[in-house]
């Protein structure tokens, strides 16, 4: 386990001809190359394991819809049967449980994008629409999946399998990660696109920077070991960019379960270009940043933004194909204006848009278990999913009374960790321009930052999940400063690693203490009240 360090800076003296070498450009641009061995797949995987027991344990349970599970899953099946989305009487939620669905035929009018729901019904193909596991099982196999990229990103930032091994750790223990993971909503499976966005713009960074690196080399071949001039003052076109396609596709697929990964996009995308201008300026190219913003980030454009909205476009295939949605024949209604020449369906789409966009900026009516961003960093109001009250020889209730709880409470150690860990992440990229800090606080950003635009809106703190993934690496980050750098003497490194083994065995003991609380199990009503640490949680 090292701390994360900055990319090593060339010599004081060097050889000109030397450092634009194929080596050289490749060590100035990405480092040492590093090799991980098997432990760089042995520690993800393992992680993923623990992960996947940990969702899936006792995943039926309840047997209920729990809080908006009673939109998502029932918009799952209609979307199963029709294509798009029908109606339900107010009543149906046990007649669903029970296995009687009974959906009316009229469509019904939704805001949020389809590809969350079509993924909680590819569930219930394979499990049935009358049980937990059926409706839940996407939601878990994504929230586990998403523990391996994040073990993955954090092998790469910190160029450490252990450090990867450590982020996968926290990912997988953390209850706030586990409860989303184990309930069907759509918020799980935003947060797995993003994460994946991430991965794949980290693959791009070391792509690009490995072709820039081999054709520069490559232009000062026969000049005496020196590119020509003209070749250094903008760098290479490199406009083929696959992993960029990826990155588009996942925000696409982002933004096909909800609207405010908008921001994701945008953050991303100028993240990207960043890395390039600094790419091009460590390369030794003259004019890095008009190179970089046009023989970069015009590419990038071209190629993130076309691919995240065919990607987006496709999830509505099944509104699109059929002819009953909500306001699907709404161009016919209106055949004239000046959109005339785009297709029907697209201008019906459209309209659609317009109107949820509308309802959303409008969203504002009360609720119990509403909260603030101001308060999300603190945990300050967690939502109460599920909540059963028995009594004694009830339910397998033992006690005077008991309670079955789900709550979307995160371990309160790592969450606050991860929390007070930004600080020292925005230290790093003030003091040093660490790289590293500035993608995980630009995760962050993205996540968070766009919900104190709209201080009237009703939201939830189960909305954090998707910067989630970026605390787990923020604390990952200054864990790995807490275990010493490769300068630090054997006793500091010593003292360090046994200080971060033991805030891991606490982290996984306050898991397990809030364990029953993440998945209803029935316990007695003291023990409820015991795991309330702040008013605001019960």
């Not at 992993?243 to 405010?260: Q, T, Y």
Request: glycine share 10%.
């Amino acid at each position: 386990m090292s701390a994360p360090t900055r990319t090593p800076g060339p010599a004081w003296v060097r050889d000109p001809a030397s450092a634009f070498g194929a080596r050289a450009l490749r060590e100035r641009l990405l480092g040492p190359e590093l090799r991980h061995g098997p432990l760089g797949w042995i520690l993800p995987l393992a992680v993923t394991v623990l992960a996947g027991i940990l969702r899936f344990w006792n995943l039926e349970q309840p047997h209920a819809l729990t809080f908006d599970e009673t939109y998502y899953v029932k918009d799952a099946y209609t979307l199963l049967q029709s294509g798009y989305e029908r109606q339900w009487p107010d009543d149906a939620n046990d007649a669903f449980v029970a296995g009687s669905p009974a959906p009316r035929e009229a469509p019904a009018y939704v805001v949020h994008p389809p590809l969350g729901k079509w993924l909680i019904g590819l569930g219930m193909l394979l499990f049935g629409s009358d049980n937990g596991l059926g409706w839940r099982f996407s939601s878990a196999a994504f929230g586990t999946l998403s523990v391996l990229l994040i073990a993955l990103i954090a092998q790469r930032l910190f160029s450490s399998a252990a450090l990867g091994g450590v982020a996968g750790l926290l990912a997988a223990v953390e209850g706030h990660h586990l409860v989303l993971s184990r309930t069907a909503l759509l918020d799980v499976f935003q947060m797995f696109f993003v994460v994946a966005a991430f991965y794949a713009l980290l693959l791009d960074r070391d792509h690009g920077r490995r072709l820039l690196a081999r054709r520069l080399s490559a232009s000062a071949d026969g000049a005496g070991g020196l590119p020509r001039p003209s070749a250094l003052l903008y760098g290479p076109w490199i406009a083929w960019r696959p992993w960029r396609i990826a990155v588009g596709a996942m925000l696409g697929g982002a933004l096909g379960v909800k609207w405010s990964s908008l921001a994701f996009v945008a953050v991303f995308g100028l993240m990207t270009v960043l890395w390039d201008v600094q790419a091009r300026r460590g390369a030794g190219v003259r004019r890095w940043l008009a190179a970089g913003l046009l023989r970069d980030g015009v590419p990038a454009f071209l190629t993130i933004v076309p691919t995240a909205a065919l990607a987006y476009l496709a999830t509505w295939t099944g509104w699109l194909a059929t002819r009953g949605g909500y306001g699907r024949d709404w161009a016919e209604q209106n055949p004239v204006g000046a959109w005339g020449w785009v297709p029907g369906p697209l201008r019906s789409l459209a309209e659609y848009h317009r109107s949820a966009y509308t309802f959303h900026q409008g969203l504002s009516s009360d609720h119990s278990w509403e909260s603030g961003p101001w308060t999300w960093l603190f945990a300050g109001r967690p939502v109460l999913f599920y909540y059963v009250g028995t009594e004694d020889g009830q339910g397998g209730c033992a006690a005077a009374s008991c309670s079955a709880v789900v709550t979307d409470l995160p371990n309160p150690l790592i969450w606050w960790a991860g929390a007070l860990s930004l600080l020292v992440l925005l230290l790093a990229w003030a003091g040093r321009r660490d790289w590293r800090s500035g993608a995980i606080l630009a995760g962050v950003l993205a996540g968070f930052g766009p919900w104190f635009a709209y201080p009237d809106r009703t939201m939830f703190f189960f909305y954090t999940i998707t910067f989630q993934p970026f605390l787990i690496l923020a604390l990952t980050y200054v864990l790995a400063l807490a275990a010493g750098g490769p300068g630090a003497t054997a006793e500091r490194r010593r003292s360090g690693l046994v200080a971060v083994c033991l805030f891991l065995a606490i982290a996984v003991a306050v898991s397990a203490f809030f364990w029953p609380v993440w998945t209803a199990e029935t316990i007695p009503y003291e023990q409820w009240r015991l795991r309330l640490w702040m008013p605001s949680w019960g």
